[in-house]
């Protein structure tokens, strides 16, 4: 199989490496990392039973119109924000039978795609790890890193079930699913809760968060499960209850969102509050938390925009 | 008239200097800066016509028993936040006619001092003033000033009317009000909106909040209003409007939580805060906005808890 990463950044780095070492020819498209990763690869530290490894890339790009060969699949592994136009960056490597695998966090993130190439097969997928890119080419696998791979809107086609294979192969869970949508909600309940709580608090982990505030974070995922439910995603009953007890069992944790915060990059506000907001609404969803958090955190990012126009006397 | 000020800060500073240029003796209780307005007394610089003027207490005390003379008022100027006792600063300064009056933010802040002391008279007040306390002794008064003054739970006592009356003579509205209670709530409808919302932004001011975010500062402001409502204290139906409107007009103003944030000082999270919800919850309310803020407010005041405990490496 031969397969694009677009992104070299914690996600891209790591399961762009798995999948070659499961024998796939993998290039990638690097983007600020192009130096770095054309001279060196990518160096994987892991700290589960997949311990250490490089991946070399086929090829390593700048952009899709030097790739000398069309990818089987297209990995897009760029978090979804503001500003990134994901179509350009995937247009120009796209052959006849190229299938586009999203892999980020969110909800309601593949209308665009979908929308921009209505001949292509779409597959969407989720990670479920703690990964870091450390510097450049350098990646940090702490822990986790299960997938979830189904094509959109749903379904399960050929090509989606061989590149679960795939990943299986190099060693890492993927359930390759029929209802990724259903998946993608599920995933949003924790996201929705402790991405914002995190950043919010000023930077408390999850434990934190959840050994004082346990009624908020269940209050904002009743509201994301309300809204999946409305879009024809019942999720299961126990879902809440299994978040809320798998993450008093996880370590003190910082969110994405907070690392992304305190490193002054983008967040996936949009992707995660924003549009779960917005879904509720369309569907006349009574949501407060959800609606009080997004509202926060465009305050917050407001916020950071002023001061970074501002330099520092 | 006879007063004792507790507290030196921009509050108890600023109107009990203003007692004075209106005749009364007035001598203050001073903490942290006792030794300073020993010496110096307290200035005021005034951006109204006020101009500036200085003041030179009767006397300056550390604890209430070193008084030579029992206060007819005692003016407790001093914020309520966890670890005050506020009980405790009063009790030695009490003669058998002394009233009490309560100058500072929240709801339902009287009901311990009036269980303390139900022998005298208790008179709660509210300050609408934009004053900062600059350095010890040295009072800042940017803007507006009125006070509103009443009797705990209701009504008007002759001393009451005295006491405004006198605030009147030194250049400062004060109206008296026989529901003062309700004028807490009312005045609690803009402080449980912007001063959350302006920390929990990191920091903007009013006017950004409002110019992005208006729904939801209208949001919050709803249910405070349906609390005091469900608590007998109708406010009028334009006041939310009356609000925002204001605060529109104003020039853009960091709420006195920021500027207790930004200077790590406690804030007035449970006396605006978490005195509203609580009061909602007795009433079995539906109030997501105010406790989504609430929890959020608490998490902060962890992380900054943990931020203490720990020194920068």
Redesign the interface.
Known sequence: MKVLVIGTGAIGGFYGSLLAKAGASVSVLARSDYGHVKANGIAITSETKLGRWHFTPAQVVRSASELTEKPDVILLCIKVVEGADRASLIRDALGPESAIVLLSNGVEIEDDIAAAFPEHELISGLAFICVTRTAPGEIWHQAYGRLALGNYPAGLSERTRDLAALFERAGIGCSATEAIVMARWEKCLWNAAFNP?SV?????STS??LA??E??AR?IMEEVSAIAAALGHDLPPDCIDKQIDGTHKMPPYKTSMLLDFEAQRPMETEAILGNAVRAGQRANLNI??L???Y??M???E???E?DQQVPPA
Chains 1, 2 share one sequence.
Not at 200 to 204: A, I, K, P, V
């Open positions: 709580l919010l608090s000023g930077g408390l934190d968060i004082t505030q009624p908020l209050a407060p938390h609606e009080t958090l509202a926060l465009k305050l917050l407001l916020k950071r002023q």
